[in-house]
């Protein structure tokens, strides 16, 4: 498996758990289930892809300006993260924000797996791309147990 393979793998899941977020109403036991579970994904997903993917490429004179607009995106997403989770779960402005998530989540999904890969694939080597997944999913794993009991626990 090479990174672009394993990054899309949370990729998937981000876009499951989003349009799952967006159907939602309500302050329900659903509700705060799947924004946690997108919540950790997200969470999960970004300390690894920083570290073992946008680090590496911001290393090189080609990668720099390609990866600060993805790390924008991405503080963009930490932000609507936090309004979410600041504003009660019943209120008319938790789903539109969640919707905004849901947009901004796509959109750079999108923009990185149909632009920002491409270009990053001929930045890194083969066997750069292959001890990058291996370490993008050994951290990532890492996160996202790091974070599990603290869901399971909530939603007993």
Same mark, same amino acid.
């Given at each position: 498996?090479?990174?672009?393979?394993?990054?899309?793998? /949370?990729?998937?899941?981000?876009?499951?758990?989003?349009?799952?977020?967006?159907?939602?109403?309500?302050?329900? /036991?659903?509700?705060? &289930?799947?924004?946690?579970?997108?919540?950790?994904?997200?969470?999960?997903?970004?300390?690894?892809?920083?570290?073992?993917?946008?680090?590496?490429?911001?290393?090189?004179?080609?990668?720099?300006?390609?990866?600060?607009?993805?790390?924008?995106?991405?503080?963009?997403?930490?932000?609507?993260?936090? /309004?979410?989770?600041?504003?009660?779960?019943?209120? /008319?402005?938790?789903?539109?924000?969640?919707?905004?998530?849901?947009?901004?989540?796509?959109?750079?999904?999108?923009?990185?797996?149909?632009?920002?890969?491409?270009?990053?694939?001929?930045?890194?080597?083969?066997?750069?791309?292959?001890?990058?997944? &291996?370490?993008?999913?050994?951290?990532?794993?890492?996160?996202?147990?790091?974070?599990?009991?603290?869901?399971?626990?909530?939603?007993?």
């Amino acid at each position: 498996m090479n990174i672009f393979e394993a990054l899309s793998i /949370s990729h998937d899941v981000q876009r499951d758990l989003s349009g799952k977020l967006v159907e939602t109403s309500g302050d329900t /036991s659903e509700r705060r &289930k799947i924004f946690a579970l997108l919540k950790n994904e997200l969470f999960a997903h970004a300390v690894a892809e920083d570290r073992y993917f946008y680090i590496p490429l911001m290393m090189t004179d080609s990668g720099l300006n390609l990866t600060r607009h993805a790390l924008s995106e991405h503080r963009a997403m930490d932000e609507i993260l936090g /309004s979410l989770t600041e504003t009660d779960f019943s209120h /008319s402005r938790w789903l539109i924000l969640a919707r905004r998530l849901f947009e901004t989540v796509h959109q750079h999904l999108q923009q990185e797996e149909y632009h920002f890969f491409q270009q990053a694939s001929k930045i890194l080597d083969e066997n750069q791309k292959l001890a990058l997944a &291996k370490k993008y999913m050994a951290e990532y794993k890492k996160y996202k147990a790091k974070f599990k009991d603290e869901l399971i626990d909530e939603f007993k």
